[in-house]
């Protein structure tokens, strides 16, 4: 048995959840924002008082890891350690372009061989990208793509692949494989990063609450080469 706090800001929505044994039995969000520095206490403030209301101790608290918004996930991450600190739980973190898979693979019937792209807006052209395959496999390094019509070539010449995530919509002008997919409206929510935490407890794949640092955007962009700036 298990309880697990999830938190994501790694966008403008910010969300909160509570996942019990495998089913989300809390969640809030508020896709209004960025609104973190407001809602997101409100949010886990609520979601306490409910488990503490039903007599459900936390087994962990989860937190979305970036890439992401500095702003939000700066916020979210200090949440997270404040709970872990205040109530003696352990860290899991959930890199986001996993967790943004998930309410893909929930809702679109996908063929066997499809592969999953998603994209968190950088600046222009540029994305950070992860492929992996259905089972959540990395089928190419997670890493800064500048977008072209030949980026995924590879992939799409032999797959169909479906782009999704913030950084998708303006992807579309740029690809035209016969094989590209792209699919609107998939937001990292904390809703559907139980799977993923409750891999990583049973895996024990614990954060140091101390000194875990998140995957800030503006970090990862200030170390690319300036040609692709």
Avoid: Q
Avoid at 36 to 58: C, K, Q, R
Avoid at 161 to 186: L, Q
Wanted: proline share 7%; charged share 25%.
């Amino acid at each position: 048995m298990s309880c697990i706090l999830h938190i994501e800001t790694s966008t403008d929505v910010c969300s909160v959840a509570v996942s019990e044994d495998g089913a989300c039995i809390f969640h809030k969000e508020d896709h209004a924002g960025p609104n973190h520095g407001v809602m997101l206490g409100v949010f886990v403030d609520e979601a306490l008082s409910f488990t503490d209301n039903h007599a459900i101790p936390f087994d962990a608290v989860a937190v979305s890891c970036g890439p992401g918004s500095y702003t939000g996930l700066r916020i979210g991450v200090s949440m997270a350690k404040g709970v872990c600190y205040a109530r003696d739980l352990k860290l899991l973190a959930v890199p986001t372009l996993e967790l943004l898979c998930v309410p893909l693979l929930l809702r679109e019937e996908l063929p066997e061989d499809a592969l999953l792209c998603p994209m968190i807006d950088a600046r222009r052209m540029e994305v950070y990208a992860g492929v992996y395959d259905r089972a959540l496999r990395p089928v190419r390094p997670v890493g800064a793509d500048v977008v072209d019509a030949d980026t995924y070539r590879e992939f799409l010449d032999e797959h169909p692949v479906y782009f999704f995530g913030n950084g998708a919509r303006k992807c579309m002008e740029a690809i035209h494989h016969p094989n590209a997919h792209f699919i609107a409206g998939v937001e990292p929510l904390a809703k559907y990063m139980m799977p993923l935490a409750e891999k990583r407890m049973m895996d024990e794949r614990w954060e140091d609450v101390a000194y875990f640092v998140p995957f800030y955007l503006k970090d990862f962009v200030a170390k690319m080469p300036k040609k692709l700036i």
